[in-house]
């Protein structure tokens, strides 16, 4: 079995700053990809950024230049720096990681979020 913990959601003013945590824990062997989404009320959850063990990074489009991912596998962690935010950028953030467990079982699992709000 497999947890995933977010950290650092919270409320921040227009061009302001957050820095998002998620810590796995339980049984694993590796860590495949990690990755963050996000889902505003009345949308639908979407990638925001992702970064695999080879070290291949994604943005979407509306993040570029102002989000970045980082990882840190001894510490099976994965980070969201966030800048410049917008109000647009409100929304529930959510840790996804494909993990290798100890019984040699890939498994996909996420964080039960944190809520991030960009307003004035």
């Known amino acids: 079995q497999v947890q995933l913990v977010e950290s650092g959601g919270g409320l921040v003013q227009p061009g302001g700053s957050l820095r998002l945590s998620c810590a796995a824990s339980g049984n694993i062997l590796s860590i495949n990809d990690m990755a963050w989404h996000r889902q505003a009320p009345g949308k639908e959850r979407e990638l925001v950024a992702s970064?695999?063990?080879?070290?291949?990074?994604n943005y979407a489009d509306s993040v570029k230049g102002r989000f970045a991912i980082s990882r840190d596998n001894a510490k099976n962690t994965v980070n969201l720096h966030m800048d410049s935010l917008k109000p647009e950028d409100t929304a529930v953030y959510y840790c996804k990681m494909v993990v290798t467990t100890t019984n040699l079982l890939q498994i996909q699992s996420w964080g039960k979020g944190t809520l991030c709000t960009v307003s004035s």
């Open positions: 970064i695999s063990s080879n070290g291949r990074i």
